[in-house]
């Protein structure tokens, strides 16, 4: 199974045609086939990968508004695909989207391409700010609504901004997938986090005497 195959993307805006997944696929392939041939980032051409992929570039901008769109979707094919949420609780859904932080690290670690890719994506501006338009701030979005779910429904305090709750729930693993490359990061990890944040969390009348 290709990097492509593992991770379907949804229909993004401003493409003007269906897609065919075949075509999406081949298109990413290629960029793939570049960057392990060793081609910087910031020499990939629209016009290079739509040679190596056998397609012509009006293809690839029916699909893609630009480079930086084309090269989010091939980090986003290397990284595990968005968990369907359980819905069963608050802490099980913070079990499950730290579970995918968990696997990307694991993944990212794994694939000397990726995590050669990623190094170079954050030293591009405008592919690091799509990357996060496009991938990071939906996701955050999705976690800010489960935090505020659990305040509403009483499984979280209330006193704490949203904002700072995910950071103290997310961010421990962020360090651990990301920023520590040598950090463990084995199994129950994710379900052990987030049981010890929740612990300090939860309203005061709700906690264990």
Not at 82 to 105: A, F, H, I
Not at 136 to 145: G, I, K, M, N, S
Not at 152 to 175: A, K, S, W
Not at 193 to 201: I, K, N, P, R, S
């Amino acid at each position: 199974m290709s990097l492509a195959d593992s991770h379907p993307r949804p229909e993004g805006p401003g493409r003007g045609r269906p897609r065919s997944e075949a075509v999406e696929r081949s298109i990413i392939e290629g960029v793939i086939r570049l960057l392990e041939e060793g081609v910087p980032l910031a020499e990939l051409s629209i016009e290079r990968i739509a040679r190596t992929a056998g397609v012509g570039k009006a293809t690839i901008y029916r699909r893609w508004n630009g480079k930086e769109e084309l090269f989010v979707d091939v980090v986003r094919a290397a990284e595990p695909p968005d968990p369907e949420l359980p819905g069963t609780s608050v802490r099980d859904d913070l079990v499950t989207l730290l579970e995918q932080l968990r696997q990307r690290g694991l993944m990212t670690r794994s694939s000397v391409l990726m995590h050669n890719v990623i190094a170079q994506m954050k030293s591009s501006p405008k592919i690091w700010d799509a990357y996060h338009s496009i991938v990071v701030e939906p996701r955050r979005r999705t976690q800010h609504a489960i935090l505020r779910r659990g305040q509403e429904g009483g499984e979280l305090r209330t006193d704490i901004d949203v904002d700072v709750l995910n950071d103290m729930i997310f961010g421990p693993m962020l360090v651990r997938a990301v920023m520590r490359p040598d950090a463990d990061l084995p199994e129950g990890l994710s379900e052990q986090m987030v049981d010890a944040v929740l612990e300090g969390l939860r309203p005061v009348s709700s906690r264990t005497p």
